[in-house]
């Protein structure tokens, strides 16, 4: 049950994309479209932004989306804004029934 | 709307047990699964276990199989988890989360921290 590989930092300006990537292996990730991502602000709970890949919740800015190709799932922010400073996670179901998280990954707005 | 908060929390002693709850409203909770999954400070989230929405199923990461049991009473809308052995590394905050449209959670409860030290 190895945690899923997300970078621990990216940067970028408002108003610019950028996308964090979460890689893991067949048995997780690139075995099932259960792949959802979530943003943290410090001190809160996690916010769900996309399920099963690349489906948004009601409510949730359509600057989020989410893909994958094989065992690599990304999301992406368009846009950038202010408040998308946050922790970022993605996680998957497991072949084993079980569920892994990635590594998460810090956004910082500069 | 939905709701989920969590209780029990506290400084407990290496070695010694605590019990969780997460008390559920706004939804029908027999309908579905739930996760229990934890935030040690400072660091990432980690799936700790799920059990399905009649309770026959249950999963663990292996980090906490054989030391802590999840279980759910439908009839009072509540989750618990039972952790038994504790050890300094389980301490975190724990938050319980509905595996509703998404398989790890569409809604969190606001989380109880559990400090494991002598």
């Known amino acids: 049950q190895s945690a899923l590989t997300q970078p621990a930092s990216v940067s970028g300006s408002p108003g610019q994309s950028i996308t964090i990537s979460c890689t893991g292996t067949s048995s997780d990730v690139g075995g099932y479209n259960y792949v959802s991502w979530y943003q943290q602000h410090p001190g809160t709970a996690p916010k769900l932004l996309i399920y099963?890949?690349?489906n948004r919740p009601s409510g949730v800015s359509n600057r989020f989306s989410g893909s994958k190709s094989g065992n690599t799932a990304s999301l992406t922010i368009s846009g950038l804004q202010a408040e998308d400073e946050a922790d970022y996670y993605c996680s998957s179901y497991t072949s084993s029934s079980t569920y892994v998280f990635g590594t998460g990954t810090k956004v910082t707005v500069l | 709307q939905v709701q989920l908060v969590e209780s029990g929390g506290g400084v407990v002693q290496p070695g010694r047990s605590l019990r969780l709850s997460c008390a559920a409203s706004?939804?029908?909770?027999?309908?579905?699964?739930i996760h229990w999954v934890r935030q040690a400070p400072g660091k990432g989230l980690e799936w700790v276990a799920v059990v399905s929405s009649d309770g026959s199923n249950k999963y663990y990461a292996d980090s906490v199989k054989g030391r802590f049991t999840i279980s759910r009473d439908n009839s009072k809308n509540t989750l618990y988890l039972q952790m038994n052995s504790l050890r300094a590394e389980d301490t975190a905050v724990y938050y319980c989360a509905r595996r509703g449209i998404a398989a790890t959670g569409d809604s969190w409860g606001q989380g109880t921290l559990v400090t494991v030290s002598s």
């Open positions: 706004g939804f029908t909770f027999s309908n579905y699964g």
């Open positions: 099963d890949v690349s």
